[in-house]
């Protein structure tokens, strides 16, 4: 397969197994150009893309504007909290007044669900979504199944859990997509509080004690706890949050075998994860962030290979 049988990354949940294998073919590609000393390539001369974030991005935003610059695009980079956006403007006379500017593809973060659907129905540009809400961040899913690949030579057949506050989280769900979809096999574990209710039904287990979680899997997927998202407390403390799914060195030093311990970032060290974990050899989190690049520059060099 040469192309992608979709024509925006919206979601995981739109892609195919064949997809991802092409993507993954695709990055393997670039993760050797961005290693090279000369580390541009002339492919998209002609393709302009805009960043366009709605909320907060350290690394999605970073990772995306460096992939299109190694791939020669013109960027443009919007933020919302700078924008005629704060005088009522719409999300679609915003994106269509960027396009006017003649823009090929858009990449988009936005706080509400289904955001990135909404304009690709909308506006005539290819359009990646950078996270909408607690929905989906497929870049930030591929790039973790990639580490998974690259750190254990594959992904079918791993035993992979993710820990923490599922409930808010986009990075769970586009995981859950993609590491069901390459054969991976997933439990989540946190608080019944922060599980959300008939989870089982995408395929996963449900593991409420963390050791238990951590001695069933060889790759556990550390969540921050994303307060920004809750209206209410979902547990008593973050002391004890910590106690009870926190990942620390003594736990880790415990278990019956070696995990790989990931964390799509920003970390709260002390909460969810302790230093000596994050920072050890057991740890690929900036190894993701490496791949990041590649797998963004895959994503948009195999869309706009489909732009007419
Ligand atoms: N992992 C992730 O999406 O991080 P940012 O919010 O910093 O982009």
Redesign the pocket.
């Known amino acids: 397969m040469s192309e992608l049988s979709v024509n925006h990354l919206l979601g995981i949940k739109y892609l195919t197994e064949q997809d991802i294998e092409l993507i993954f073919e695709t990055a393997d590609h670039f993760k050797e150009v961005i290693n090279r000393a000369i580390k541009k390539v002339p492919t998209l001369r002609d393709i302009t893309i805009a960043n366009i974030f709605f909320e ?6 970073l990772s995306f504007e460096l992939a299109e610059k190694r791939l020669s695009a013109d960027v443009i980079n919007f933020s919302a909290g700078q924008s005629s956006v704060k005088k009522g403007e719409t999300l679609i006379d915003t994106v269509n007044n960027i396009l006017s500017m003649k823009v090929d593809m858009v990449v988009m973060r936005h706080p509400n669900p289904g955001a990135g659907i909404f304009l690709s129905r909308h506006v005539k540009a290819a359009i990646i979504n950078a ?1 909408d809400g607690a929905h989906e ?1 497929p870049t ?1 899913a591929l790039l973790d199944t990639f580490s998974i690949r690259e750190r254990l030579g594959g992904v079918s057949g791993k035993k992979v859990v993710i820990v923490g506050d599922i409930l808010h989280s986009r ?1 769970a769900l586009s995981n859950i997509f993609a590491l069901k979809l390459q054969g991976a096999e997933v439990k989540v574990c946190g608080p019944r509080t922060l599980l959300p209710k008939h989870i089982e039904s995408l395929g996963v287990g449900v593991e409420t004690d963390l050791r238990k979680a951590l001695n069933w899997c060889d790759v556990a997927n550390m969540l921050r706890i994303q307060n920004e998202r809750m209206e209410f407390s979902y547990f008593p403390t973050t002391r004890e949050y910590s106690q009870q799914y926190g990942i620390n060195r003594s736990l880790l030093e415990s278990l019956d075998k070696e995990i790989v311990i990931m964390h ?3 970390i709260n060290r002390g909460v969810e994860i302790t230093s000596d974990v994050a920072d050890s050899d057991q740890s690929i989190i900036l190894d993701q962030v490496e791949n990041g690049v590649a797998i963004r520059m895959a994503v948009i060099y195999l869309l706009a290979s489909k732009i007419k």
Do not use: A
């Open positions: 907060n991005s350290t690394r999605t935003k996270g961040h930030q990075v799509p970032g920003p």
